[in-house]
Nanobody
Framework: QVQLVESGGGLVQPGGSLRLSCAAS????????MGWYRQAPGEQRELVAT???????NYADFVKGRFTISRDNAKNTVYLQMNSLKPEDTAVYYC?????????WGKGTLVTVSS
């Protein structure tokens, strides 16, 4: 079983950047597909990006060209580089891991995009 802890959230102005990190413990992430999801106030949780065990990535249309997901199996960490942030990117961002579907979730980190 893997435990996930997100960090790197905060307040940023529109057009700014943040890098989220997801540190895993209890198991190596190399055996898992990993993902970032987000949930805005009053909205359902939605997929942001995933990265498979082999490195293949997938992005939601609304972040393509702005966000980049990556993984460092040696550091047991997954990252989400977020550029050109918009107010509508404001949400709690969650890290997830799984083999068939996402079975393990972190508690989230809040990202607020506001001037």
């Amino acid at each position: 079983q893997v435990q996930l802890v997100e960090s790197g959230g905060g307040l940023v102005q529109p057009g700014g950047s943040l890098r989220l990190s997801c540190a895993a413990s209890g198991s190596t992430i190399s055996i898992y597909n990993m993902g970032w999801y987000r949930q805005a106030p009053g909205e359902q949780r939605e997929l942001v990006a995933t990265i498979a065990r082999g490195g293949m990535t997938n992005y939601a249309d609304f972040v393509k060209g702005r966000f980049t997901i990556s993984r460092d199996n040696a550091k047991n960490t997954v990252y989400l580089q977020m550029n050109s942030l918009k107010p509508e990117d404001t949400a709690v961002y969650y890290c997830a891991a799984g083999v068939y579907g996402m079975n393990y979730w972190g508690k989230g980190t809040l990202v607020t995009v506001s001037s």
